[in-house]
């Protein structure tokens, strides 16, 4: 057996192993069989056999070409054109359908035969005078000739032939040749046309005469020789023709229904679009020149015709109109077309509307607004704008009249494919955010245009972009976010107050969560501050981007690994320095966002590294500081921006700090810049004062976590240097661009110096500790290798720059640019002496002489300068609380991205304006509170600060005005207003100490301390307590105690007596112990208030954490700060009602115990006297600071005292807490108060109301043993003018509260007019009155006053005259027969004869002695009675 062929094995093998094959003469594995050609005949198989073919014509025969698909790889079937374009009859064959439509290779290459030529026209060409043929173009040539899937240079050849055939041939060559081009698809006739016309119509006779001259359409006979080809040709036709003749019109109808069913759709669209061809070829043939041909055209267009299946005679009409709007629409064209255009066979004029000139745009007269759209500047473009074409603002589809892009075309656009469109749109988007937040567009646009943007997902758009691979369109989406973060003028305002009093410390930039889930949150409350950070951490990374970014856009972009994107375009695709510049400020942005976002950017691999290698490098070329120089990277320059990075990257945290100095060698640059003066740095002007400026101010971030004090040992000299410099400031800067930098750069060196000099005052403390510590009292605090023998020598040079600076305060101009450098001055000589009389070392009377030298000579002459009461009068007009509107939101504001509104710039009378004198003041009354803390008797020195005009007039306004609602916004300004408000307070507090004749503005400065405690913001508790401990309890300032105060409120309740006013207080059931008046009370809590002082301050142990870190910043002592950034802003530290804290506080304690299941015996032991101090204390405040509790709602008092009742079982019954609770009750009971007073309303901690008076008639049913007072707060809610839900309970589920409300109408402190006005109209509760008072529920024994009320209630009901419905006029009759059947008289007559309430009457209604006529007259209709007159009215 011979064996197959091998892999590996060459072609000399195979030809051996065939010359075996050959020589075993072995039967083959596979017999070829030759396949017979039908065509030959049945025995044809030779070539011999083949019959010679017409013309004896060259054939080539394929023989060997092999029958059978070779099935080599299955390749997937090829779908036609016109899957069903073959008509297939039912009586056909299958077998010769199959042979009839065989297309497999052989069939068609088995003959190829030669094109007969023998009748072609030889044209011999032109003779020219030219050496060479000459070249014709072919825009020369006209395009007559039909396209035939031809192409251009094909047409064209095939008409220049035509041109010249036209000249030379003969005609009858000519003719045949006309023939053959005309014999194109259509001359079959449709069956459908004998419906519309009969074959015998004279139509057929305008076409010339008989039907047998009508050329053939579709059948052309081309592939034949040419006469034959046309002879048979014209043969079907008349066979066509003939059968068409022998059929009727009902069996051509059928055979056409027949042939439409069967025919694809395709292919009747396909000849029907012949007709439109032949059409378009008449209508350019001219009128009167008939072509040849013609006849068999016009014969095809009726056959084409008949292929519609709704009749010819309409699509010919619309096919009129439409021609004739084509020639209409074809004038107003500013282009014509022409037909030798390519693909302009056929006009689609729709699709040249855009080529048409814009009509003009015009305002719509309409009330809805009209879509925004903008200029490629951003710009808003008013819609009646005419702007020309060129600019680039019409490319739109929508509104094409209207210039500009709207914002939902900026969004598509940004999704292009194309560069370019990507880019441009990207920038106009960051230029509409831009404007937008400039606030351009609030008064145009309805709504925000921020909101809109977040909400359509402009914040992932950009996103998106970043991650592009072109450079243009990631420098584009940069500056766009860039737009949409970063405030520019917020970053300077920032940097302004860096310098101020607590100025480095600032709130992050956390968005306010407003609407949370109240689910989560009760879930919370019992949550320690870490465990609450961590849940809210694993809550945000488990929620998905968008929902995140919907509330904080900076956390939602943290999420999305925007951090490593950035790194990679820094420190790969390294962009130029716009786009560097823009990177470096979104990450500035994002580490104001909290200390996490500041972890998140210190641990984001190579970020940090990458900034300090590549902006912040100790060498690099010193040709960037050439003038004429474009600088188009900053790789490898020193850049100001990103040392101010790293400087807001400290101020999150000490742990932040110490990363940043010690990982990446930040005390080198620190050196490196600090060292050399701006004007050596090899950098701009601008720029190396800046750089020199961050350098600093990240050396005083440093230094007030005690870090980095070691180089100022190393730097002492330069230091010195500087110091000595800053006198002569203004003479040696004569360039005014520079002045203000060099003014910043002056303020950061001293603040600096500030903070060395509190971190050196801290080390004698440090050391005394590390001394005195055992072995076992832990780790110690190691001091900072600075003493306060190295910075003592620093006052000199500062008091001497302050006696030079103040000389300039009465040059307007000049003054105004020293300003925030002499406020420097002031808080650093304030800090010097709060530490240096805390020093061991130094000799207090040194102390107290510099302090006495400093007074005398610069304080003193310093307030009396006239140009100070200029400053103090402008407190006003700077001032954020008399101006909320100054602090207010922008329009464009957005809850997810916090900004301090200073876009645009603040004005210059503003809190932080250039004019603003309150940084300079505030730094002025911490140096005095500092002076006068050490030398005691300075404090009456300084009386005349208390007694200026302007600062009077400043807190006269300020504290009764409504605070504006804590904001992002609002908070870092109000916070220093509060400072200066705070040392005024202080200054006061010392003084009322001291002066005897302080007491003329006591009462004020408590009103402000008062209000300056509900406003004080987190990171402020140190000043809250010191107010607490000093003012707010201060006998000194509540001057009323003393001059008569109590005695003026008994006289006052004298004289508010009237006619509805009750002298009775509500009794007690406990015991008859004297009910004692308002002002003995008052005296009471006056000598009080101390412990009442105690009561409070115990209270607020939750803050004691928040206390201490506060107290760690105030203070001074650097090695204990943690963080630069303050707590996250939410509100007040104390809420505004306050006052009432420890009431609510034992209220929140049993709701607690009783929501858990256990029972309240774990009240303090102190119970009474706490709740005593707290009513003392409201008691005071109600009477002599009434203004300061003006904020919060009566409903919300009303409410806090009724937790007297729920608190602590029969508490109430204690005689202090029943005085009290009557004299406030007696004080909201008043005109002015129960007319303000809004049950309805949402009340401020109060979920419901109506759940707290259910809770409070449940406890009246427990444990009030029918207390005059406890019902009197019962009563008090059930005023006609409050919710009816309120009376409906105590008629309804609590009837048995009627039985004990025995509170009587002489001690209810309330008109019953209140109860009895208007009448009441609710029907069920009307019944439920009724039926209490027929059953005996209410009794006037029993619950005097709702007697009366449901005595007038029902008599207005059962004598009302309005008209009413069905039901309640059923009502009515039923109620009055029943009340005429009572067999009760007396309520029979109460009734019947009620006439008008009077609480002078033991009753407390008056009753008719005889029934009106027309009551009379009614309940006769009613009762169909005649009533007695003759009844004795008797009591009851």
């Known amino acids: 057996m011979l064996s197959r062929p091998k892999p590996g094995e060459s072609e000399a093998d195979l030809l051996h192993f065939q010359n075996q094959f050959l020589a075993a003469k072995a039967s083959p594995a596979v017999k070829i069989v030759k396949k017979v050609d039908k065509r030959r005949g049945a025995g044809g198989g030779g070539e011999e056999e083949t019959p010679p073919l017409h013309g004896d014509r060259d054939v080539v025969i394929l023989d060997d070409f092999p029958d059978v698909l070779p099935a080599l790889m299955p390749a997937p079937p090829k779908k036609a054109k016109f899957k069903n374009t073959f008509v297939h009859f039912e009586d056909e064959d299958p077998e010769q359908r199959l042979e009839c439509h065989d297309r497999h290779i052989t069939a068609v290459f088995s003959k190829i035969i030669e094109r007969d030529t023998s009748s072609a026209a030889v044209t011999m060409p032109i003779p020219t005078g030219d050496p060479f043929p000459r070249a014709f173009h072919r825009s020369e040539i006209k395009n007559e000739m039909e396209s035939g899937g031809k192409s251009i240079f094909a047409r064209k050849i095939a008409a220049k032939r035509a041109a010249e055939q036209s000249v030379t041939a003969p005609p009858a060559v000519e003719t045949g040749h006309t023939h ?155 282009i014509k077309p022409q037909k030798e255009w390519i693909h302009m066979d056929s006009v689609e004029l729709e699709k040249l509307e855009w080529t048409k000139d814009l009509p003009h745009p015009r305002q ?67 230029h509409v955010v831009q404007k937008a937040k400039a606030g351009e567009f609030a008064a145009s646009l309805k709504g925000s245009v921020l909101r809109l943007l977040l909400d359509a997902g402009f914040l992932f758009l950009l996103r998106f972009s970043l991650d592009d691979t072109v450079d243009n369109v990631i420098a584009a989406s940069v500056r766009a976010l860039h737009a949409l973060l970063v405030s520019p003028e917020d970053e300077e305002y920032l940097d302004q107050t860096f310098s101020w009093y607590q100025g480095m410390a600032v709130f992050p930039f956390i968005p306010n969560r407003e609407g949370g889930e109240e689910e989560e949150e009760e879930e919370e409350e019992e949550w320690t501050p870490m465990e609450k950070t961590q849940g809210e951490k694993s809550k ?101 921006t990103a040392m101010k990075l790293i400087r807001v990257l400290a101020s999150g945290g000490r742990n932040a ?232 939101s922008a329009p464009e504001s957005v809850p997810s991205i916090v900004s301090l509104n200073c876009t645009g710039g603040k004005p210059l009378m503003n809190l932080a304006g250039s004019k603003s004198p309150f940084p300079f003041l505030t730094a002025l009354l911490f140096l005095i509170n500092n002076v006068t803390h050490i030398h005691k008797e300075l404090v009456s020195k300084y009386t005349a600060v208390l007694d200026f005009k302007g600062l009077k007039d400043y807190l006269l306004q300020s504290w009764p005005t409504r605070a504006p609602s804590v904001t992002p916004s609002s908070a870092w300004i109000l916070r220093h207003e509060y400072h200066l408000q705070y040392f005024v307070l202080a200054l006061a507090q010392k003084m009322a100490d001291t002066c005897p004749d302080y007491t003329q503005h006591a009462s004020l400065h408590h009103s402000v301390a008062m209000a300056l405690l509900s406003r004080l913001l987190p990171g402020s508790e140190h000043l809250a307590h010191e107010l607490l401990l000093g003012v707010a309890f201060n006998p000194a300032f509540i001057p009323e105690g003393k001059t008569g105060g109590p005695e003026a409120a008994d006289f006052s309740d ?83 009602d306050w006052p009432f804290f420890p009431l609510i506080n034992l209220y929140n304690k049993v709701t607690s115990a009783e929501t858990l299941g256990t029972v309240t015996n774990s009240l303090p032991l102190d119970l009474v006297n706490t709740v005593t101090r707290n009513l003392q204390w409201v008691l005071l405040l ?27 079982g029969d508490l109430f019954l204690e005689g202090p807490v029943h005085c009290y609770t009557a004299a406030l009750l007696a004080l909201y009971c008043q005109p002015k108060v129960l007319d303000s007073l809004e049950l309805d309303a949402p009340l401020p901690g109060l979920a419901s109301f109506h ?73 069920n509760l009307l019944q439920l009155y009724f039926r209490s008072l027929v059953t005996g529920a209410l009794r006037h024994s029993w619950c005097p006053v709702l007697y009366a009320v449901a005595v007038a209630h029902v008599n207005s009901f059962l004598f009302s005259q309005d008209s009413t419905t069905q039901e309640a006029d ?36 008056d009753l008719y002695e005889t029934l009106p006529p027309i009551r009379l007259k009614y309940l006769q209709i009613v009762t169909k009675s005649e009533p007695k007159e003759n009844i004795q009215i008797s009591g009851p």
């Not at 981007?545 to 939602?556: E, F, M, N, S, T």
């Not at 919710?1283 to 209810?1308: M, N, P």
Request: glycine share 6%.
């Open 180 to 334: 053959r081009r005309a014999a194109v698809p259509g001359a079959i006739c449709s069956p459908g046309s004998a419906e519309k016309e009969p074959l015998h119509s004279s139509k057929a006779g305008k076409s010339g005469g008989d039907m047998s001259t009508l050329q053939p359409r579709i059948i052309t006979g081309e592939g034949l020789g040419s006469l034959e080809s046309e002879q048979e040709a014209l043969a079907i036709h008349k066979e066509n023709l003939q059968k068409l003749h022998s059929m009727t019109q009902e069996e051509i109808l059928q055979e056409q229904r027949r042939l439409l069913v069967q025919l694809d759709p395709t292919l009747v669209a396909f000849l029907k679009s012949r007709r439109g061809v032949d059409e378009g070829h008449e209508s350019r043939t001219k009128p009167g020149d008939p072509e040849p041909g013609s006849e068999s055209q016009h014969g095809a267009k009726e056959t084409l015709e008949d292929f519609s299946v709704e009749g010819s005679g309409v699509e010919v009409s619309v096919k009129t109109e439409e021609d004739k709007r084509m020639e209409i629409a074809e004038v107003d064209l500013p």
């Open 1054 to 1136: 004298i004289l508010h007596l009237g006619p509805n006013m009750n002298l009775a207080q509500p009794g007690s059931v406990a015991a008859d112990f004297p009910k004692p008046q308002r002002g003995a009370l008052l005296r009471e809590s006056y000598q009080h208030l101390r412990f009442i002082r105690a009561c409070y301050l115990s209270q607020f142990v939750h803050l004691e954490p928040a206390l201490a870190r506060s107290q760690v910043t105030y203070q001074g002592r650097t090695y204990l700060v943690q963080s630069l950034l303050l707590p996250e802003v939410k509100g007040p530290i104390l809420p505004s």
């Open 1182 to 1208: 109600e009477t002599w600071r009434a203004s300061v509790l003006q904020s919060i709602p009566a409903a919300a008092k009303l409410a806090r005292l009724m937790c007297v009742f729920l608190t602590g």
């Open 364 to 430: 719509r007269r309409t009330k809805k607004g009209m879509q925004a759209r903008f200029s490629l500047k951003g710009e808003l473009i008013p819609p009646d704008a005419d702007l020309p074409t060129h600019l680039g603002l019409h490319h739109h589809g929508e509104e094409a009249e209207r210039a500009g892009y709207s914002l939902q075309e900026l969004f598509h656009l940004c999704r292009s494919q194309i560069i370019q469109q990507r880019t441009l749109a990207l920038q106009v988007l960051g």
């Open 540 to 640: 945000d990374e488990n929620k998905p981007d968008p929902v995140v970014a919907q509330y904080d856009v900076i956390k939602g972009l943290l999420k999305t690994q925007i951090l490593h994107r950035l790194r990679y375009i820094l420190e790969v695709l390294r962009p130029v320095s716009t786009v560097v510049l823009d990177i470096l400020d979104i990450l500035t942005r994002v580490a104001r966002h909290s200390s996490e976002a500041c972890s998140q950017l210190l641990a984001c691999p190579r970020l940090i590294e990458t900034i300090v290698r590549e902006f912040l490098p100790t060498q690099w070329d010193p040709w960037v500081a050439e003038p004429g120089h474009l600088l188009t990277s900053l790789h490898g320059v020193a850049c100001a």
């Open 657 to 888: 700090t110490a990363r940043l100095l010690n990982k990446f060698e930040l005390k080198s640059r620190l050196s490196r810049f600090i060292a050399e003066d701006p004007q050596d740095l090899p950098l701009r002007r601008e720029e190396a004062i800046r750089l020199s400026t961050e350098a600093f101010r990240l050396w005083a971030v440093a230094a007030s976590y005690g870090q980095s004090c070691d180089l100022y040992r190393d730097l002492y000299p330069v230091l010195v240097k500087n110091l000595q410099s800053l006198p002569h400031l203004l003479s040696e800067c004569q360039d005014y661009l520079t002045l203000p930098l060099s003014i910043q750069r002056a303020t950061a060196i001293v603040t600096l110096l500030t903070q060395v000099t509190q971190t050196a005052g801290c080390t004698a403390e440090l050391q005394a500790r590390l001394s005195s510590s055992g072995p076992g009292e832990g780790e110690q605090i190691p001091p900072p290798p600075v003493t306060w023998s190295q910075v003592s020598g620093l006052r000199p040079f500062i008091e001497s720059s302050l006696r030079r600076s103040l000389q300039e305060i009465s040059q307007l101009e000049t003054w105004q640019a020293l300003q925030p450098l002499t406020t420097t001055y002031i808080i650093y000589m304030g800090v010097y002496y709060s530490v240096c009389s805390q020093q061991p070392s130094i000799n207090p009377i040194d102390c107290l002489e510099e302090v006495e030298h400093l007074t005398f000579e610069v304080l003193l002459p310093l307030i009396s300068q006239p140009a100070m009461h200029s400053m103090w009068d402008l407190l006003r007009q700077c001032s954020a609380l008399c101006n909320p509107l100054s602090c207010a």
């Open 1251 to 1323: 759940d707290l008076y259910i809770s409070l008639l449940e406890q009246f049913e427990g444990v009030s043993f029918g207390d005059p007072l406890f019902g009197a707060f019962v009563l008090l809610p059930l005023q006609r003018r409050f919710s009816t839900q309120l009376r409906l309970a105590v008629f309804g589920e609590h009837a048995s509260t009627l039985r004990a409300l025995g509170v009587s109408l002489r001690q209810f402190p309330v008109p019953l007019e209140r109860y009895t006005s208007p009448p009441e109209e609710n029907l």
């Open 1370 to 1405: 059923t009502a009515r009759k039923s109620m009055l027969w029943k009340s005429w059947l009572l067999v009760d008289k007396v309520l029979k007559k109460h009734l019947l004869y009620y006439k008008l309430p009077n609480t002078e009457s033991p009753m407390g209604f």
